[in-house]
């Protein structure tokens, strides 16, 4: 049975940093990328970033420079790393496993990720005040 567990969610203030973990069992890493996403309130789900079992990675542009995805293939922990947080990047932020090939990836508003990514977690809340 495949399981994604997302931890280390906060409430930070503008500028602040946090690292959120996803611990995957049941999965495997492969050549199909595992990634972060998140969701505002009121909002649809929207890509993070990705990496895949080789380390390519993939950002969406709105966390360009600010976020970081890694991996532990070891422990099959997927992490992002993310700094000079803004009041914008409240949302619950999602682990997800099972998509596409990080070369498919395009991050472009209103793509249902849900249908291209099969293994998802429950999510983690992560509160930027100003």
């Known amino acids: 049975r495949v399981q994604l567990e997302e931890s280390g969610g906060d409430s930070v203030e503008f500028g602040g940093s946090l690292r959120l973990s996803c611990r995957v069992s049941?999965?495997?890493?492969?050549?199909?990328?595992m990634g972060w996403f998140r969701q505002k309130p009121g909002k649809e789900r929207e890509g993070v970033a990705a990496?895949?079992?080789?380390?390519?990675?993939s950002y969406a542009d709105s966390v360009k420079g600010r976020f970081t995805i890694s991996q532990d293939i070891a422990t099959n922990t997927m992490y992002l790393e993310m700094s000079s947080l803004e009041p914008e990047d409240t949302a619950t932020y999602y682990c997800?496993?099972?998509?596409?090939?990080?070369?498919?990836?395009?991050?472009?508003?209103?793509?249902?990720?849900?249908?291209?990514?099969?293994?998802w977690g429950q999510g983690t809340r992560v509160t930027v005040s100003s």
């Open positions: 049941g999965y495997r890493p492969s050549r199909y990328a």
């Open positions: 997800a496993a099972d998509g596409v090939q990080i070369k498919d990836i395009q991050w472009k508003p209103n793509i249902r990720w849900e249908s291209i990514f099969l293994r």
């Open positions: 990496i895949d079992v080789f380390g390519a990675t």
